[in-house]
T-cell receptor
Framework: AQSVTQPDIHITVSEGASLELRCNYS??????LFWYVQSPGQGLQLLLK??????LVQGIKGFEAEFKRSQSSFNLRKPSVHWSDAAEYFC?????????????FGGGTRVLVKP | GAGVSQSPRYKVAKRGQDVALRCDPI?????LFWYQQALGQGPEFLTY????????KSGLPSDRFFAERPEGSVSTLKIQRTQQEDSAVYLC????????????FGEGSWLTVV
């Protein structure tokens, strides 16, 4: 069965500083990997996704993530955070194909941004 | 509409009451998913439709939960005899393709059972 672990429940970062959110997954085949962001009271917005090809993927809002098969990781990074980046971030893995990409989510990392 | 629309956005139900949550996916989207998100946790898969066919309902927590999508567009998630542990946000998502390449989420229906 697939699973996702986000080791950090909370992260506090100063505005303008860099941010890295960790994600480790367990999946038997080549995974479909996603990062979503959720602001309070809102649904999930897709930041970026990895299916195949270049292991460094660019997303919206200046985010990027790197797929490392050997480490079963898909960490999210942003060079310089803005106050508006304060939100909860979810990593997810999907099977794709006939499963329709049923997603398994991690527990989330809440990001707080200090002025 | 422009996005996935869910209603009601907020629902307070008395324990034992039946509730129905509606999802209007993006027009033309083949795949539709329901997820349950408890407070402070990540979303958990409930069920998946491809057009009107319910291909996976492995995540439904009990036989009190029932979902349908009779015409392959709008979907309803019904919870019978609600219990306090059903309190959660219920997220609907849709995708244009069968493999769910890019999945769009609605803002969710917040259910509180008192």
């Amino acid at each position: 069965a697939q699973s996702v672990t986000q080791p950090d429940i909370h992260i506090t970062v100063s505005e303008g500083a860099s941010l890295e959110l960790r994600c480790n997954y367990s999946y038997g085949a080549t995974p479909y990997l996603f990062w979503y962001v959720q602001s309070p009271g809102q649904g999930l917005q897709l930041l970026l996704k990895y299916f195949s090809g270049d292991t460094l993927v660019q997303g919206i809002k200046g985010f990027e993530a790197e797929f490392k098969r050997s480490q079963s990781s898909f960490n999210l990074r942003k060079p310089s955070v803005h106050w508006s980046d304060a939100a909860e971030y979810f990593c997810a893995v999907g099977a794709g194909g006939a499963a329709g990409n049923k997603l398994t989510f991690g527990g989330g990392t809440r990001v707080l941004v200090k002025p | 509409g422009a996005g996935v629309s869910q209603s009601p956005r907020y629902k307070v139900a008395k324990r034992g009451q039946d509730v129905a949550l509606r999802c209007d996916p993006i027009s033309g989207h083949v795949s539709l998913f329901w997820y349950q998100q408890a407070l402070g946790q990540g979303p958990e898969f409930l069920t998946y439709f491809q057009n009107e066919a319910q291909l996976d309902k492995s995540g439904l927590p009990s036989d009190r939960f029932f979902a349908e999508r009779p015409e392959g567009s709008v979907s309803t998630l019904k919870i019978q005899r609600t219990q306090q542990e059903d309190s959660a946000v219920y997220l609907c998502a849709s995708s244009f393709t069968r493999d769910g390449n890019t999945i769009y989420f609605g803002e969710g229906s917040w259910l509180t059972v008192v």
